[in-house]
């Protein structure tokens, strides 16, 4: 069971100087009225990328016949979850992955040395990612999605995207720069839903773990 009393917000905060993959555009908060100024309401406009901070990858963002985000089934929102430690990696290979316990039909996050790269805002292309080999490994499981605690599950030298091709073909949605520098790997409750807008191949999501009563969380600061 899931501990819901004791929900962990493992997105990154949406804001101007926010840690971005290069080439994408900040995101612009512009406050159109406020109170505070004389206006009877206050009303603002963002401008965001559709993959800027913690966001899923529908199939859509890397094959033409991919399901979009609003195509996806709900279970891929919200479902159980376990956090693996796959820290003191530069990769992850098909060896890391095929000694661990995994159940069928769950989120299967990835908590890796990344996690420390999220308190930065400069992009770094030293991150861990996964092989495409571990990915498929993985994919046997039927999973509800792949999530990683960086930009992408492939090396910031990737043209091709192998494993995140990998994923989009099985029909999984991946999400990506999930902050897990609070979580104990274990067993949890995952939620990540985007707004449902039509067409997109991504969108941010508010992602949150929450615990399952076995499982122990650091409340405090990352």
Do not use: W
């Not at 994408?24 to 800027?52: F, K, M, N």
Request: hydrophobic share 40%.
């Amino acid at each position: 069971m899931a501990d819901l009393t004791r929900l962990v917000d493992v997105s990154l905060p949406i804001r101007g100087n926010m840690l971005l993959h290069p080439g994408d555009p900040a995101p612009v908060l512009r406050q159109l009225s406020s109170v505070e100024r004389g206006d009877p309401l206050t009303l603002s406009e963002l401008t965001i990328g559709c993959h800027v901070g913690t966001h899923i990858d529908a199939p859509a963002h890397f094959i033409a016949d991919g399901s979009t985000v609003d195509q996806l089934d709900g279970k891929h929102f919200a479902g159980p979850a376990v956090v693996l430690d796959l820290t003191g990696r530069k990769e992850i290979t098909r060896g890391d992955v095929e000694t661990l316990s995994l159940a069928t039909g769950q989120h299967i996050l990835l908590k890796t040395d990344n996690s420390f790269l999220l308190g930065s805002n400069e992009f770094a292309d030293t991150y861990c990612y996964l092989t495409c080999e571990a990915a498929e490994f993985l994919l046997g499981f039927d999973p509800l999605s792949i999530g990683i605690d960086y930009y992408s599950l492939d090396p910031p030298s990737a043209t091709e995207f192998a494993a995140h091709l990998a994923v989009a073909r099985h029909g999984k949605p991946a999400y990506v720069c999930l902050d897990l520098r609070r979580i104990t790997p274990g067993n949890y409750f995952f939620f990540g839903f985007p707004l449902n807008i039509l067409g997109v191949e991504g969108f941010p999501v508010r992602a949150i773990l929450a615990p399952s009563t076995a499982e122990s969380v650091d409340m405090g600061e990352p």
